[in-house]
């Protein structure tokens, strides 16, 4: 590279840097964050849990909810509940595979009442509601009890709530929201879903 | 709930199940897969990492490199390398920071000769090459090498790429693939990155 060039780059780089601090410097406010991972793309409940695993890999203290989740062997459980973290797990499965609407709701409801506990809990740095999008649509659990109990939280508690069409009151009410979208899945070209990759 | 809506909520239910089941049928090639995560939201990096501790969980064996992460406390690596991850992370930071391309590209190189070693490792099951999108862009690494080891890779090995940007060329190899976009970031609204959830 030949020294011109150089100091260019080195000029291009130093507006970024400069460009980023200006923008970490304004960015002050501390507070637990609402996180909602949308959309109909692989990587959702992944993110969610990576997110656990960052928290805990830093001391932090975690809870998780699963919804939709049956009873199949459970990678993320098997590895965080070790650490610590506390599962609750609706362990009916998918809802077309059980095909009652009200032993769905109950399940539902089940696993809601360690939501409400688990959000008023000063203890827990970080909550994750992994599915949680579905039990609002299907009508399991109410959105306006999801959005109190939200609000009521520990002001320091994150709280990130995962899962496909979240209600746009719940995307209101966030401070972050991704939208995963599916390019194309491996599923679809044939390819059989996989321990460790999609469970 | 009545006895009919009951009965109607049961067969739509059950032809949800029917679908679902006839397309895991069709999908029984059993390979790893190429699984790129690109976007400008939040949650690349924590859907690899999340799909990692899914994998250890499962007592799968996984290989993390980590391009553009510096020396700051590293959430994921303190839980995962205990369980026998290994991580090859280019301590340089953000390019930004650094504004040297030639001591960049010699720390990228340095990074990739060890991914070059784990897509030859038949043990690993799962490969993390998290941010390696940025190299390829910023030209501290070949496309054509990228695209070369991972298409001699080990047949049931599963690779993971994230960052933003992932040239059209890595999205062509790949059998999954996610855009994550940005809806909204609570650091545009002037709230502090967080250990455990932004790192």
New interface residues.
Partial sequence: ?TEDK?NR??AR??R??EK?DS??E??????G?L?V?T?N??????????????????G?KCGVAQFIKGNW????????EQ?GVQFHVMATG?????????TDTIAAQGVWQHCLQMLQDESL??VLLDELTYMITYGYIELDEVLEALSRRPAMQ?VIITGRAAHREL?AA??????????????E?????????D?
């Fill in positions: 590279m150089k780059y080195q780089q130093q970024v840097k980023v923008r970490i304004a960015a002050q406010e501390e507070k964050i996180l991972i959309g793309g692989k990587g959702k409940t992944t993110s969610g849990f990576g997110t656990v695993a960052r928290a805990v890999g830093h932090l062997d459970n990678g993320e459980r098997n590895l965080l650490h998918f809802t077309w595979e059980t095909q009652n609407k009200e740095n970080l994150t995307i966030a401070d972050t929201v991704s939208e995963v979208k599916n390019v194309k899945h491996a599923f070209a044939g390819i059989k879903a996989q321990r460790g990759v469970w």
